[in-house]
C-alpha cells in the first residue's frame, strides 16, 4: 500500500553534533514533502518543505535532500541544540489526495547535553 | 504561535458520551483539518473542509462528524465514546482546498480521555 514512513524510531545524539533523520516514502506520486517537529503537549509545527522537483533545501540550521530514485527523504540538522529535542515527522502530499497530509510514523531525537 | 486555536485543551468524558472539540483556523484560511494522533502513533487524517464545505474524508468512523460554520471555524463531534477513542485530536488549516505545495498549519490539540 501506500506510505510514508521513518527508518528509525529513535535517535539520540551529543550536543552541537549533526543530526540526520531519515524518512522512506513508497508513492512516486507524491509531490511535495514537508518535516514537522513536534514537541511534548504541542502541536506539529512546520520546519521545512521541498517539491518534488528539487534535490535539496535549506532552512535556518536544517536541511531537507529528496532522493525520488530509491523514494527517500532525510531531514539535516547541524549543530542540534536541547531544543531539537521533540518528535520529528514526515509527511507528503499528491496532487491525487488535494491538499491533505499523510503522516509518517515519526523518529524521536534526544540531544544529549 | 501557529494561530490555530482549539478548546478545550483536555477532556475526560465516561464510555457511552458525546463530546464536540472546536478549532479556529489562521486568520484568512478557508481549509480546516482534523487529524487523530493516538499513543505512539502518527497523525491519522480524518476529514477536511474547505469554506464550509466537506472536501476530503480519510478514516473518520461514523461515529465521528464535523462541520465547518460560516466564519470558518469548525466543530468535530465524537459520539458514543469507547476507550480506544482516546487520543489528541489535532486541527489544522491552510489557505487553499485543494492545490499541493502549502504546509498545514496545526493547532496545540485536544486531549480526549475515554473512561
Known amino acids: 500500500g501506500e506510505s510514508v514512513g521513518l527508518h528509525l524510531p529513535t535517535l539520540s545524539v551529543q550536543e552541537g553534533d549533526n543530526s540526520i533523520i531519515n524518512c522512506a516514502y513508497s508513492n512516486s506520486a507524491s509531490d511535495y514533502f514537508i518535516w514537522y517537529k513536534q514537541e511534548s503537549g504541542k502541536g506539529p509545527q512546520f520546519i521545512i518543505d521541498i517539491r518534488s522537483n528539487m534535490d535539496k533545501r535549506q532552512g535556518q540550521r536544517v536541511t531537507v535532500l529528496l532522493n525520488k530514485t530509491v523514494k527517500h527523504l532525510s531531514l539535516q540538522i547541524a549543530a542540534t541544540q536541547p531544543g531539537d529535542s521533540a518528535v520529528y515527522f514526515c509527511?507528503?502530499?499528491?496532487?491525487?489526495?488535494?491538499?491533505?497530509?499523510?503522516f509518517g510514523e515519526g523518529t524521536q531525537l534526544t540531544v544529549n547535553p | 504561535d501557529s494561530g490555530v486555536t482549539q478548546t478545550p485543551k483536555h477532556l475526560i468524558t465516561a464510555t457511552g458520551q458525546r463530546v464536540t472539540l472546536r478549532c479556529s483556523p489562521r486568520?484568512?484560511?478557508?481549509?480546516v483539518y482534523w487529524y487523530q494522533q493516538s499513543l505512539d502513533q502518527g497523525l491519522q487524517f480524518l476529514i477536511q473542509?474547505?469554506?464550509?464545505?466537506?472536501?476530503a474524508k480519510g478514516n473518520i468512523l461514523e461515529r465521528f462528524s464535523a462541520q465547518q460554520f460560516p466564519d470558518l471555524h469548525s466543530e468535530l463531534n465524537l459520539s458514543s465514546l469507547e476507550l480506544g477513542d482516546s487520543a489528541l485530536y489535532f486541527c489544522?488549516?491552510?489557505?487553499?482546498?485543494?492545490?499541493?505545495?502549502?504546509?498545514?498549519?496545526f493547532g496545540n490539540g485536544t486531549r480526549l480521555t475515554v473512561t
Open positions: 509527511a507528503e502530499n499528491r496532487e491525487t489526495s488535494g491538499s491533505r497530509l499523510t
Open positions: 486568520s484568512g484560511d478557508l481549509s
Open positions: 473542509y474547505y469554506n464550509g464545505e466537506e472536501r
Open positions: 489544522a488549516s491552510s489557505l487553499g482546498g485543494s492545490q499541493v505545495g502549502s504546509p498545514l498549519h
